[in-house]
């Protein structure tokens, strides 16, 4: 189907413009396809084009900015996520001869393999809980995951787990703060708010700004 709109659409563009075929080299059409496999996508749920999704999980709520690319991955509810994130395509072991795959996997990624074997596990779920917001320019590391309520600044790569509402950044992946006190952030995973019905969570919207009262209501 793929195949077939892009056709259309080249032969289209070919009519109205014959120079285009001075530009055919360098257009990447892989940039104007969208790709979802193996996933589970709650309606609720908005991701901007284009988009490379491959076993993934996102739940109610969570939108994507365009160009992601993400595997093997389990997004919570309520997530925000920013343009350009690649999370979940591997791990390369760095304790051998060569960081290459043909010597040690069976899976051909560059054609060919040595390795009779897999001698490593290469991939590793990641799991981005609720609420989450991420920003631009974002990769994340196979194995990886990152709590309730935590905020990755733009650009980081998240090498490591990041506890929930902690705010981290940079390269390496470094904790600054956390967004609450220990015993208002014990609070909210003990609510667990992002499970909330459509009516209780319009509460959310009329507490916004005041955390101790929204507590003190529902911690109970």
Known sequence: MAKTIRAWFYRFIKYIIPEINILKKNIHW?????????????ENVKI??????????IGSYTYIDRNSYISNTEIGKFCSIGPNLVC???????????????FYSTKKQ??????????????????IENDVFIGANVTILDGVTIGNGAIIGAGAVVS???????I??????NIIKFRFSEDHIKALLEIQWWNFSIEKLKQIEEFFFDLDQFIEKFDQ
Request: net charge positive; glycine share 8%; proline share 10%.
């Open 30 to 42: 892989n940039e104007f396809v969208d790709y979802k496999g193996f996933c589970t996508i709650d």
């Open 48 to 57: 901007n084009s284009p988009y490379n999704l491959q076993s993934v999980t």
């Open 88 to 102: 979940g395509w591997g791990i390369h072991p760095t304790n051998g001869i060569s960081t290459s795959p043909m």
């Open 110 to 127: 560059n054609g060919l393999t040595l390795s009779p074997r897999d001698k490593i596990i290469e991939r590793k779920k990641i799991v």
């Open 160 to 166: 490591k787990n990041i506890p929930p509402y902690a």
């Open 168 to 173: 981290a950044i940079g390269v390496p992946i």
